[in-house]
């Protein structure tokens, strides 16, 4: 059973467009969900995270929206850049200092 | 200072040779996390250690797969009597004692070619 189901698999957005990934998860249990940015050959690192008590959040062009009740949450990148072109993850996890599920990853190419 | 790194970053075995994958978690972090990414997918978690306690292995996919971290901070994954099925990357994590949320940050990975 996957816990964390991640969609598009892959997203081609022009420059200067919004680019939207989704999740969902099954587990009511889980506290914490991050997105992490990936490029070849390189380890994924923390963009943005949110816990369910807020419905939003916002760092510069990322924004995470929240639907505690629907059990899905996404990522909104504004005003996208060919330097976005990367794979993306969506992650959740339980309390504490507690091992990150994933989803499978959205591929996005920023096209000029 | 400097982030988490992994030794070697490439590794090429034949089927049946053992390896070893070491991880610098960053100095003073607590919990050391280690996850294998096959091609073209998400992270999946392998075991994960708080200083010098495992706790938690459900994740290695065999008995050839150990882990250890014997004094809190320097970690080793070996994988014994290496197969086809086990060419992947191999990534590592830490984080910090009072993390905000659960923030971890990942090493650039090891990747391992079993040929």
């Known amino acids: 059973q996957q816990q964390v189901k991640q969609s598009p698999q892959s997203l081609i957005v022009q420059k200067g467009g919004i680019s939207i990934i989704n999740c969902a998860y099954e587990?009511?249990?889980?506290?914490?969900f991050p997105w992490y940015q990936q490029f070849p050959g390189k380890g994924p690192a923390l963009l943005i995270a949110?816990?369910?008590?807020?419905s939003e959040k916002k760092e510069g062009r990322f924004t995470i929206s929240f639907n505690k009740s629907a059990k899905q949450f996404s990522l909104h990148i504004m005003d996208s850049q060919p330097g976005d072109s990367a794979t993306y993850f969506c992650a959740a996890s339980y309390p504490g200092n507690t091992p990150l599920v994933f989803g499978k990853g959205t591929r996005l190419s920023v096209i000029a | 200072g400097a982030g988490v790194s992994q030794s070697p970053r490439y590794k090429v075995a034949k089927r049946g040779q053992d390896v070893a994958l070491r991880c610098d978690p960053i100095?003073?972090?607590?919990?050391l996390f280690w996850y294998q990414q096959a091609l073209g997918q998400g992270p999946e978690f392998l075991t994960y250690?708080?200083?010098?306690?495992?706790?938690?292995k459900s994740g290695l996919p065999s008995d050839r797969f150990f882990a250890e971290r014997p004094e809190g901070s320097v970690s080793t994954l070996k994988i014994q009597r290496t197969q086809q099925e086990d060419s992947a990357v191999y990534l590592c994590a830490s984080s910090s004692p009072r993390p905000v949320g659960n923030e971890q940050f990942f090493g650039p990975g090891t990747r391992l070619t079993v040929l």
């Open positions: 587990n009511t249990a889980f506290d914490y």
């Open positions: 100095s003073g972090h607590v919990s």
């Open positions: 250690f708080q200083n010098e306690a495992q706790l938690d």
């Open positions: 949110i816990r369910p008590d807020v």
